[in-house]
């Protein structure tokens, strides 16, 4: 199993996930000339696509998903509350999905599992192939203990650095949105995501990367820094999806 990353922030996001000839793609947040671009720079194209999970829909996760999906006949999987703002958007009738209930798609099994976003119906994702776990966790106020259980044991977690604290204390948000950013609805610091790793068993631990770092609330060394003092490694092993670049292909050995 492998995993990488189109790009992660607020202007767009688009995670694959592959096993064997299954590879999926969980939002898309990019335009449909974009999206091929960046499948391209990890050398897929979108008839390589099996699926195309959607995690909630807000524009930098559903926006392309729509045209994509309509172009190129890629099923898509949402929750039912997801699934009304698909209907808005054009894109062809969503399979369903419920979070707490696994389903598989082809060579992975997804189990789904809810979380604290200001959304409809929100959900992030375990993937495993029957050996390896691999933990999404992104667009979540807070870490709830369903969430922590769902994630103990994972061989892999990309796991939402959004702000620092202070950084977004001290910016230019207005009141409203800071407070939407920092509160149990909105997105995970870097302190949070740290002491997420400080109480979850991590002794599988393969990789783990940021996503979803804010550009005018944080920056990647801040969230490197707080994540390799969680954990005790050093700073390199850290990985970082941008905006810009997302992330390389990663495995799972």
């Given at each position: 199993?492998?995993f990488s ?7 767009g ?11 999926v793609?969980?939002?898309c947040g ?17 008839e ?5 999970l ?7 996760h559903?926006?392309g998903v729509g ?49 604290s ?17 691999l933990?999404?966790?992104?667009d979540?106020?807070?870490?709830s203990?369903?969430i ?7 061989d ?6 959004n ?12 009141a ?11 997105h ?13 068993d ?11 770092l804010?550009?005018?609330?944080n ?8 994540l ?7 700073m390199?092993w ?12 990663r495995?799972?050995?």
């Amino acid at each position: 199993m492998r995993f990488s990353s189109l790009g992660s922030g607020s202007r767009g996001n688009a995670t694959l996930v592959e096993k064997g000839d299954t590879c999926v793609m969980v939002d898309c947040g990019f335009s449909l000339r974009e999206t091929v671009r960046r499948l391209a720079r990890l050398g897929k194209r979108p008839e390589d696509l099996t699926a195309i999970l959607v995690t909630h829909e807000h524009s930098d996760h559903l926006g392309g998903v729509g045209l994509f999906a309509g172009k190129y006949a890629v099923p898509v999987w949402a929750t039912e509350g997801t699934a009304v703002s698909l209907a808005r958007d054009k894109v062809p009738a969503p399979r369903l999905f419920a979070p707490g209930e696994p389903f598989a798609i082809g060579e992975l099994e997804i189990h789904p599992f809810p979380v604290s976003h200001d959304a409809r119906e929100p959900a992030q994702f375990v993937f495993s192939d029957g050996q390896r776990r691999l933990g999404l966790l992104t667009d979540t106020g807070n870490i709830s203990a369903e969430i922590e259980w769902v994630l103990r044991g994972c061989d892999a977690l990309l796991l939402e650095c959004n702000h620092d604290p202070g950084m977004l204390a001290d910016g230019r948000y207005p009141a409203w949105l800071k407070q939407r950013v920092a509160g149990d609805f909105g997105h995970l610091s870097n302190e949070q995501a740290a002491a997420f790793l400080r109480r979850t068993d991590t002794a599988r631990l393969q990789h783990v990367v940021a996503m979803h770092l804010s550009e005018q609330n944080n920056c990647p060394s801040l969230a490197v820094r707080a994540l390799s003092a969680a954990l005790g490694c050093t700073m390199d092993w850290i990985g970082v999806a941008d905006q810009r670049n997302g992330l390389a292909w990663r495995e799972l050995g």
